[in-house]
């Protein structure tokens, strides 16, 4: 249309993975022209590095999303947040379809389960809680906001590892913090298992890489994985 200059495409990555910041880091690579905006939901402190544009912090619901992707100029709405973040993600499926903006999905499939693994497959982190066996010693490997379900499990030795130290004690009775981000291989998440004589790791399916490691390095000690489904 004379006189009007194209919009400039603009593609807004509802993020806080690391398939996000992945998929940020080639977007700003192979569209030098496009903006590319990563939003985050502000829980980690001190996020890695990003590339590209950096929004933080909650929408306001359907009708504020959809109002940023107007506002912005939004092109392009692709969801690569957590699988188990369900809210973001519904939101994103409705703010997309009333504000007129292409949404793709690109949440994780579920890992498959590997011949050597032994996997207790639960649906909820209460019948995770109630499965695992007296005395034992568990990996617990869930965010900070799911750990106060196990603080009745008095017998229960517990290993937390969280990426920011804890605004409050953690409402567990028995339990050592273990600060840091996951290991990148099973060899490091095998010395985590070994050095606390890990007996069971408790998890969700969030599938992808990052998370990964320490189900291999289960497999390879013949530990059972706690596992909470998709539907939990
Ligand atoms: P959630 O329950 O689906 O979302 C709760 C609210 O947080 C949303 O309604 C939204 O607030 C805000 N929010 C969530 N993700 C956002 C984002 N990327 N950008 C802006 N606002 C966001 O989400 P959650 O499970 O708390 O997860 C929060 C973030 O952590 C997500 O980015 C997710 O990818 C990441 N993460 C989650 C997990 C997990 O286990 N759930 C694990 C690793 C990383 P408004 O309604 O105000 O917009």
């Not at 998890?203 to 990964?212: E, K, L, Q, W």
Request: some cysteine.
């Amino acid at each position: 249309m004379p006189g009007s200059a194209a919009a400039q495409e603009t593609i807004l990555i509802l993020g806080g993975t690391r398939e996000a910041a992945d998929l940020a880091k080639e977007l700003v690579a192979s569209k030098p022209e496009a903006r590319i905006i990563t939003s985050l939901a502000g829980r980690t402190k001190e996020p890695a590095p990003l590339a590209g544009e950096v929004r933080t912090g909650g929408f306001g619901g359907i009708e504020g999303l959809m109002q940023y992707l107007r506002e912005t100029g939004v092109t392009q709405l692709i969801d690569a947040t957590h699988p188990f973040a369900r809210q973001i993600s519904a939101n994103a499926v409705e703010a997309a379809k009333q504000a007129g903006v292409p949404l793709d999905i690109r949440t994780r499939k579920p890992w498959a389960k590997q011949p050597g693994d032994s996997w207790i497959e639960v649906e909820t982190l209460e019948q995770a809680r109630d499965t695992i066996p007296p005395r034992a010693r568990v990996l617990l490997a869930l965010g900070s906001q799911h750990i106060r379900l196990f603080a009745s499990r008095e017998d229960v030795h517990f290993v937390v590892r969280m990426i920011d130290p804890p605004e409050e004690p953690l409402d567990l009775p028995d339990h050592a913090l273990v600060l840091g981000r996951p290991g990148d291989t099973p060899a490091v998440e095998t010395m985590v298992l070994i050095a606390h004589s890990i007996t069971h790791i408790v998890c969700r399916d969030s599938g992808g890489n990052a998370a990964y490691a320490k189900i291999e390095a289960a497999r390879e000690l013949g530990l059972p994985v706690i596992m909470v489904g998709r539907k939990g």
